[in-house]
């Protein structure tokens, strides 16, 4: 759920066929100071480079803390938890949303949306925002963050190299198939791998994948009872499947390769498939950006036993942090950076490849965006058809697809990836890290009151 840095490509005003109107100038300049957190992604170094659009429309100054995803969770859990108001906004995804809005943390946005005339409420057009991804940023049936970006996952691979070795990419390849793909065009010799997957640990990094493999494979992290379920059955057969597949087929390193070590490795023509975020679309198939642009393909993401949970759903999300003295103006922030406005801006200034990704409608249906990502129908599909509320071949106590919704996860999908990174290393086995994990896991929850 991190994306990597890139280079961005410079496409005309001319070429942007809608924009919003801009923020309107403040009658009285303000002279508010909204200091955001936010996480290093390109996405969001982007928004940087533009917030002078929104300072100058509204004399609101903007002050940009910018962490590691990691850095930037511990951060911002410490200082909403406490109220101590170091951030007016925070960048957040979809775990933390439902959580910190039931812990009165962070602000419901139907209140100031009501608000907005009737003008406002058009050139914002919340009705044009994936349905999926406002589900994901809700608490109770209210809005809590506004999207700046979405994503699914979904399969990457090298054409050039899958045609020089005779293999053809289906759309909807299984895993059986990946790891078949993978096992004939991994070459170390040449500085070739078959696939690149993340070992890196943490629950959004290996943890993130590695959950929707558990999924399609028929497992699940918790039973009913709220037991772990990771040291038997499905669930151990999809965890067993992923390190395995990277121990033998997948680069070197594994357990310090993310997101964006994966990049690296699959636009440098060194890894034959990755499965990854669909957000890293435009990043790769960007030639100033990657080598291989001409030959990157696209599929969905794989599947195994069911397709239920096998790509996830994921938002980087703006929302207002309940000790804000800023309110008002932290709202107007939100609307502008995920406006149709600033889409617009990116848009002219990156090129239509470059835009925030995965959050209207209006994007997907725009020509200049269907030119430049052809695999936006893959994105639309799988952002879509990905459920959290029903993730799972069988029935369990929790909501999310590639995390589980409860406090005690964050914490969880760390340990139980540390302990599987070292299964990488080889300095335990699967069996023993996944043992450990079930021992682990079992007392964290005993301690967090699910049961006895």
């Known amino acids: ?28 300049q303000s002279t508010t100071t909204l200091t955001i957190a936010t996480v290093n992604n390109p996405q969001m170094v982007d928004m940087q480079h533009e917030v002078g659009d929104f300072e100058k429309s509204t004399g609101i100054k903007v002050n940009f803390e910018t962490l590691p995803e990691n850095t ?12 101590g108001g170091q951030f007016d906004i925070a960048t957040v995804g979809t775990y933390e949303v439902p959580i ?59 054409k ?23 096992q004939k065009l991994n070459d170390p010799s040449k500085n070739l791998y078959g696939i690149c997957l993340r070992g890196l640990p943490g629950w959004g990094e290996m943890g993130a994948p590695m959950s929707t493999v558990i999924n399609t494979f028929g497992g699940q992290w918790f039973d009913m009872s709220w037991k772990p379920t990771l040291d038997s059955g499905a669930t151990k057969d999809a965890i067993t499947f992923y390190i395995d597949t990277i121990k033998k087929y997948g680069e070197p390193g594994a357990s ?12 440098q023509g060194k890894t034959a498939i990755w499965v990854d975020a669909t957000s890293a679309s435009g990043l790769i198939t960007d030639p100033k950006n990657s080598p291989i642009a001409a030959d990157v393909g696209f599929a969905y993401s794989p599947t195994k036993v069911t397709p239920k949970g096998s790509h996830w759903l994921w938002a980087w999300a ?21 406006s149709k406005h600033y889409i617009g801006l990116i848009a002219a200034d990156r090129g239509w490849g470059n835009v925030p990704p995965g959050t209207r409608l209006s994007t997907f249906n725009n020509a200049n965006y269907k030119k ?68 682990q896991v079992t007392r964290t929850m005993q301690q967090a009151g699910y049961y006895k």
């Open 256 to 267: 310090s390769a993310g997101f964006t070590e994966c990049e690296t490795n699959f636009t």
């Open 160 to 182: 050039k190299l899958f045609k020089a070795a005779g293999l053809t990419m289906p759309d909807h390849p299984t895993w059986d198939q990946i790891v078949g793909f993978a």
């Open 72 to 83: 930037l969770r511990q951060k911002v859990t410490a200082d909403i938890a406490t109220g």
């Open 318 to 338: 703006l929302t207002v942090e309940g000790s804000s003295k800023h309110k008002d103006e932290a709202f107007k922030f939100l609307t502008w950076a995920t």
């Open 100 to 158: 910190w809005a039931k812990n009165k943390w962070i602000v419901n946005l139907d209140d100031y949306f009501s608000k907005l005339d009737a003008k406002a409420k058009a050139d914002y057009d919340l009705a044009d925002v994936l349905p999926s991804i406002k589900k994901g940023l809700s608490y109770s049936g209210s809005l809590y963050a506004v999207p700046f970006y979405g994503e699914s996952s979904m399969t990457f691979y090298n």
């Open 1 to 28: 759920m991190k994306t990597p840095t890139r280079v961005i490509a410079f496409i005309g005003a001319s070429a942007i066929v809608f924009s919003a109107a801009p923020v309107p100038r403040a009658e009285a």
């Open 372 to 439: 430049a990502a052809p695999y936006g129908n893959i994105i639309l599909q799988s952002i879509q058809t990905a459920d959290p509320t029903n993730a799972t071949l069988n029935k369990v106590p929790y909501t999310g697809v590639q995390f589980v919704g409860i406090p005690e996860f964050q914490a969880i999908g760390t340990q139980v990836t540390q302990n599987l990174a070292a299964a990488l290393t080889g300095s335990t086995t699967v069996d023993a890290a996944l043992a450990l994990s079930q021992t």
